[in-house]
Every structure is written in C-alpha cells, then in structure tokens.
C-alpha cells in the first residue's frame, strides 16, 4: 500500500465524518488514513472500527487551529513511513470516485513532486456552486504530496497559529516560492461543503499580504525563521 490521507476531526458531525471516510473506502486504491481526534470531542472511536486501514490517533489537548497541528503530527509519523503519494482530506470534504488513482497517475506520468487539483462545492441546502478558477491559490484539500515530494510535508510545521485562517494560502505560496516540482491537475478530485454561507469574507491577495505583516510585525525572530526554512517571502513581488 503506497498512499496515506491526513484527516483531522474536531467536534465535526457524524455524518459527515462518515461521508468523507466512505469517499475514501469507494476509491479504486487502497489507502491508509491517518485521522486526529483533536482534544476532548464527543466523537467515539469506536464508530470507525468497520472501516479497514484507519490508523487514530488523538490526544487530551485541543488545538483548534484549523486542523494545522494534527495535520502537522500526522505528516511528521507519516514521514517515517514508506509512501509514494499523501493527500490532506478535512471531514467537510469528500472525494471523488477514482480522484486518487487519477491523481497518483498524474503524478508519476509528470513526474512531479505536488500535485494541485480541483473542487467542487455545495452549500449546505445541497446547491452546487460554481468556483471561479484561479493559480493565486489552491485549497488545502487539493494539494497532494508525491515520490520525494512527501518530504515537504514537514512545511505544516511552519504554518503559524496566527495564520492558520489562511493557512491553504500559506502552505500554497511555500510551495511556489521554494519553486518544487509541481503541476495543475485540471480535473475535478474534491467536493467541499460550504458551511460558511455567502457571508464568509473573500481576502484578496493584498488583504493577506497585509494581515500577514501585520500578524508577524511584532515576530521578527518568527518571520526570519519562516523565511529560512521556507524560503516563504512577504514582500511585494
């Protein structure tokens, strides 16, 4: 088995914590799913025993930070372990049927290191809704990792609390600026569920250039830190 999936779960409803891990279940490879319970949730476990390669883990302490510290955790155990390709799947979103054979596919016929694929979204009254395209940014659940690509996993670690409102915009700008190995895979992999409504604020690039700086102002030791080990740059372009 060669493809790992990193999901976090906090406090989310079980409907739809079944929808995602049944997405997975359906795919035509066979993958190990890495899940974290972040904290003191209501969730029981023991709900996940009939799904086959689940690996858990959780722990007393709640992060709630958007999922970035369990994903962070999960990506460093994965590290250790022998895999070709990992994706990053939250509980609100689901699969398509065959998105990771598709993907996995891409990936060694490009012989790239990230794959950034497409989505889907429905709101919550089940209406689909159109996604105007763009490469400014790619959303965290449609970013793969690949071969020697898996080895940036480690950038979770670099993403700070402070930022983890835009943390799929950060993650996406480390990958660009260290210029790895990466290709657009034009189709569709990942439907998500919208439970923010028409009211959630659309930030433009400026607006996150701005509260990036504005956050890490104060943080200077952090911001060099971050540029080091990233090569992630705030400045205007």
């Not at 970035?68 to 799947?89: C, F, G, K, M, W």
């Not at 189709?187 to 504005?214: A, D, H, M, P």
């Not at 200077?220 to 372009?237: C, P, V, W």
């Amino acid at each position: 088995m060669n493809t790992a999936i990193i999901t976090p779960i906090y406090n989310e409803d079980k409907s739809k914590v079944f929808r995602c891990l049944e997405s997975i279940a359906n795919q035509t490879v066979t993958c190990n799913h890495y899940i974290y319970i972040d904290g003191k949730t209501n969730f029981d476990e023991s709900l996940l025993s009939k799904y086959q390669n689940i690996k858990i883990f959780s722990g007393n302490i709640t992060f709630s930070d958007s999922g970035d510290t369990p994903r962070a955790i999960l990506a460093s155990i994965i590290l250790r372990q022998n895999y070709d390709h990992v994706y990053l799947l939250d509980v609100d979103n689901f699969f398509f049927d065959k998105s990771v054979e598709m993907i996995n596919k891409f990936s060694e016929k490009e012989n790239c290191e990230i794959v950034f694929s497409r989505r889907s979204i429905i709101s919550q009254n089940g209406l689909w809704q159109n996604v105007k395209e763009n490469k400014t940014f790619v959303d965290m659940n449609c970013i793969s990792f690949h071969g020697l690509g898996i080895r940036h996993l480690k950038l979770l670690n670099y993403i700070p609390r402070d930022l983890s409102e835009i943390d799929d915009r950060i993650l996406y700008q480390m990958i660009i600026k260290n210029q790895f190995t990466y290709k657009f895979f034009e189709k569709i992999s990942v439907i998500y569920e919208n439970k923010w409504g028409s009211s959630k604020k659309r930030l433009s690039k400026k607006e996150i250039k701005n509260k990036v700086e504005f956050l890490l102002s104060d943080r200077q030791k952090l911001l060099e830190i971050i540029k080091l080990e990233t090569g992630l740059k705030f400045s205007d372009e």
